[in-house]
């Protein structure tokens, strides 16, 4: 059973020992065509399979086991990794054990114009609310889509609306200067605020080498600061405006447009080549996320679905944000790291 820090220790040493032995494999193709279960098959070797690894608490009969730090492994398709490598595939690394768990790919989890689904507090986090506050719907002016905002940041003088980039900006295609609404549709009064800056999304040729991204995130100015309510998110009432770090094992909590209030805990942290899939099956977007945080379930209730991109992520016990939330596949959730996404606009939560 190896501490938090031997795990922190040994994870950077076991990545280089893998991707060695990635590239002395045949590597034919890492991926040739989409499962019909949103994951990918036809694998030229079982380390092929590998795509994503991280920090976390290892699982055993479904839960996480207290204190017992792994190098967790994620693989696309549940196979078996051999036995060629002992080094990578085996028990541990260094007496860090390595746990493989399946993970297929991530979905990012916008909207598209639906039926409403039901939520914690059934069916407010898809109103209008004002003034407006966290942790309910938002969306470009005009578009067929909704997200959630996540939280007010500031800097100096001035605030923000938070949230993602495939949210404020649709992948990068929406121009400076989109008009952001709440709740969503083509009402010029529903105006809230106005897109001035995300961070680019690189996506993945197929054949090529996968760019890496490290947040899906953008902000929009807020017209007038009395539209908003500082501090406060829906449903969760008063939050902590201070930073913390997620740790595997922590409990959280979030408020989004589509499943409300829900809580989960953190299986994994600073995970890198979590693979998303912007587009569909047919026709796959994909990107590839570097220093993503896992969120499991809790509840037979998923953390988030669909309509909840852009919640932040608090730890339950301090009510302090850690994390944006952008992608996931109904069982696991992911978040880009909060501390990264201030640093990028310059900005801290209000």
């Not at 938090?4 to 994870?11: K, N, S, V």
């Not at 966290?134 to 609306?161: K, W």
């Not at 509840?299 to 852009?310: I, K, V």
């Not at 069982?331 to 909060?338: E, G, K, M, Q, S």
Request: charged share 15%; hydrophobic share 40%.
């Amino acid at each position: 059973m190896a501490s938090f820090e031997e795990a922190l220790a040994a994870i950077d040493e076991y990545r280089v020992t893998l991707l060695d032995a990635q590239h002395n494999e045949n590597q034919a193709k890492a991926w040739e065509f989409f499962s019909a279960r949103g994951g990918m098959s036809a694998f030229a070797t079982p380390l092929t399979n590998v795509h994503a690894t991280g920090i976390g608490l290892r699982i055993r009969d479904g839960s996480l086991i207290e204190n017992d730090f792994v190098i967790k492994v994620f693989v696309f398709d549940k196979q078996d990794l051999g036995n060629k490598t002992p080094a990578i595939t085996g028990t541990d690394f260094h007496g860090v054990g390595i746990d493989v768990e399946y993970l297929p790919i991530q979905v990012a989890l916008a909207k598209k114009k639906a039926k409403a689904l039901a939520s914690t507090t059934p069916g407010q986090h898809q109103q209008q609310q004002r003034p407006v506050v966290p942790g309910i719907q938002i969306s470009p002016l005009g578009v067929p889509y909704f997200g959630t905002l996540g939280c007010i940041v500031r800097r100096n003088s001035e605030f923000f609306a938070l949230s993602n980039n495939h949210i404020l900006a649709s992948l990068n295609r929406l121009p400076i200067g989109t008009q952001i609404v709440q709740p969503s549709g083509n009402a010029p009064n529903n105006v809230f605020a106005t897109l001035i800056d995300f961070e680019p999304l690189r996506f993945t040729i197929p054949g090529s080498a996968a760019p890496r991204n490290r947040m899906d995130a953008a902000i929009a100015s807020i017209s007038d600061p009395n539209s908003v309510q500082l501090g406060v998110v829906f449903g969760l009432g008063r939050f902590t405006p201070q930073l913390v770090a997620p740790r595997p094992g922590m409990n959280v909590v979030k408020s989004g447009r589509t499943t409300g209030v829900t809580k989960g805990r953190i299986k994994a942290i600073g995970v890198q080549g979590i693979t998303v899939n912007y587009g569909s099956l047919q026709n796959p977007i994909i990107s590839v996320f570097d220093n993503c945080t896992l969120i499991s379930n809790t509840t037979n209730t998923p953390f988030a679905l669909p309509g909840d991109s852009g919640a932040i992520i608090f730890e339950q016990s301090s009510a302090r944000p850690l994390g944006l939330l952008f992608a996931g596949d109904g069982t696991t959730t992911n978040a880009n790291d909060l501390a990264s996404i201030c640093t990028r606009f310059n900005a801290i939560p209000a």
